[in-house]
């Protein structure tokens, strides 16, 4: 048996552990079960391939996705590892059985769904087995943003080797998640160990969309350097790139609805690249490694707090400065929250969870990076001086009274309007609709200022992106979540004060 550092020399090549990989190997090595949380490119591999080598026995990874395996494979490979994966995608079944058995394996790879079969038991039954790592381990709990219900059923087989060390990896699990993993995979409070989530060189920035195009351009022109914009939708990445790509800078488009040819050339075009802008949907980004990504943008919310996390955590990964920058509407959280209503029962009250969250980190008047650590269990402290909100304190208005003119107006006038209508009938303006359905005669008609009506759309915003009003199917807004609340004067509704009239060129649109 060699020891961890000697391998992490003279196989890895590298001079030292990097923070807590030491902690988490030194636990696997000591046969104890494990679950370490730690960041993408924090150096998850080397935790389960160092002891696979350093132990007795074949080293049994489960992983969700082959094309993930077959890249981990290569990597493990190109160190020197003897790895194979048992997935429909590998021909070489026999051969790999038959390596297995001759103790040839450092690493063998098996998805989950394989995993948790009889005849994948009864495989291992005679083989020595160095450590189970179970990768992606936040798809085994429904309160992850990636549930497989396949990983619930690896228990068995973990239980049938009680000696065996398990090593759960994952990079985004919140506390709910956590716990779960924990349980989940029988691995004791104790053997949870978290790598510290900062990227102190990522400069986050927020702003409510009022011009996306425009903003976007507007970042790039100010950002030298490759960087990647995060589209909601192909139709999305094509208009950016078209609009984008009048401005000088080279801009190529990622999405699936690209054939895989093209989709090949634009990713190695932008890795090449030292002033590239790729617009792409989500696909883009797992597996590429380039350190000098300058900025992220994303042009509409991501889908959590871990997803923006991960997302954000592609740019300045050289450690120079980088800036992430999200543009959000009250539009997309309206969507989220429609389409909570379609997924299962059982995982809505994670989804929404998610999404409060979310809602959270975009309405700060705080520290926005503040709210992203503590969201991943740390204790930072109060204002890190690199973001937005840090950098340049916004104004924080008591909204609550403007609310509950707005949410009053919602109810009056039958909860099926849109902010445009509403904002028509609280300033009192003159209008035919609103006089052809009687909404000149509520008592809501005109009770709001012309130095407050600029406030309404921000506030309809804020109330939406918080869940206390919802999209109704014909693109009106109802009451929902807190709203009869804050309508009774329980709950109060501070926002961030929106720019001064005089920087804004256009009206501001909801979206
Ligand atoms: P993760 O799976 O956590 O995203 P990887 O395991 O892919 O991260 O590792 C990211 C990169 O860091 C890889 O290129 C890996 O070889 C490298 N790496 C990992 N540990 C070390 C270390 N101790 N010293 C130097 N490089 C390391
Ligand atoms: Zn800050």
């Not at 380039?290 to 300045?316: L, M």
């Amino acid at each position: 048996m060699t020891a961890p550092l000697a391998i992490l020399h003279d196989t890895f090549g590298f001079a030292a552990f990097r923070g807590v990989q030491e902690k988490v190997i030194d636990r696997v090595m000591a046969g104890r079960h494990t679950l370490a949380v730690m960041p993408t490119g924090a150096g998850k591999s080397l935790c389960y391939q160092v002891p696979a080598l350093a132990r007795t026995g074949t080293a049994i990874v489960i992983s969700p996705l082959i094309a993930l395996m077959h890249d981990q494979i290569r990597a493990a490979e190109g160190f020197g590892l003897r790895a194979a994966a048992l997935t429909s995608a590998d021909a070489n079944r026999e051969e790999t059985i038959a390596r297995l058995r001759a103790g040839e394996l450092d690493l063998l790879y098996a998805a989950p769904e394989r995993a948790s079969g009889d005849g994948f038991q009864s495989l291992l039954a005679r083989v020595p087995i160095a450590l189970f790592a179970i990768d992606e381990a936040h798809c085994v709990s429904e309160w992850g943003h990636d549930f497989r219900p396949d990983y619930r059923l690896l228990r068995p087989l973990l239980d049938s080797r009680p000696k065996v060390p398990r090593l759960a990896l994952t990079a985004t699990a919140d506390h709910h998640t956590r716990a779960d993993i924990l349980k989940q995979l029988g691995i004791p409070d104790d053997g949870l160990i978290v790598a510290g989530f900062d990227r102190p060189n990522i400069r986050y920035a927020i702003s409510p969309r009022t011009n996306g195009p425009k903003q976007i351009a507007e970042l790039i022109a100010a950002q030298p350097g490759p960087g990647i914009v995060y589209a909601p939708t192909r139709n999305a990445v094509e208009k950016l790139v078209e609009k984008l790509g009048a401005r000088g800078r080279p801009v190529r488009a990622y999405h699936a609805g690209l054939d895989p040819d093209t989709r090949r050339r634009n990713q190695a075009a932008f890795v090449e690249s030292e002033d590239m802008v790729i617009v792409a949907t989500v696909a883009f980004g797992m597996g590429i490694d380039k350190p000098d990504v300058r900025f992220v943008a994303h042009a509409g919310i991501p889908k959590s707090i871990e997803a923006y996390y991960q997302e954000t955590g592609r740019a300045g990964r050289d450690g120079d400065p980088a800036v992430a920058h999200l543009f959000w509407g009250a539009s997309d959280f309206a969507l989220a929250r429609q389409r909570i209503g379609e997924v299962e029962d059982s995982r809505q009250a994670g989804e929404r969870a998610r999404l409060d969250a979310l809602a959270r980190l975009v309405e700060t008047p705080g520290c926005r990076r503040a709210i992203l650590l503590r969201h991943f269990g740390e204790d930072p402290p109060e204002r890190c001086g690199n973001c937005d909100n840090c950098l340049s304190a916004p104004d924080v208005i008591d909204a609550t009274e403007l609310a509950r003119k707005l949410l009053s107006a919602v109810y009056r006038t039958g909860q099926s309007f849109g902010v445009g209508h509403l904002e028509k009938v609280l300033t009192g303006g003159s209008d035919e609709r609103v006089e052809k359905l009687g909404h000149d005669r509520l008592s809501v008609f005109g009770i709001v200022g012309a130095d407050e009506a600029r406030l309404i759309r921000p506030v309809a915003r804020a109330l939406q992106a918080r869940g206390s009003l919802a999209a109704t199917e014909h693109g009106g807004m109802k009451l929902a979540g807190d709203a009869r609340e804050i309508l009774k004067g329980e709950k109060g509704l501070e926002i961030v004060a929106p720019p001064p009239r005089g920087r804004r060129r256009r009206a501001e649109r909801t979206d």
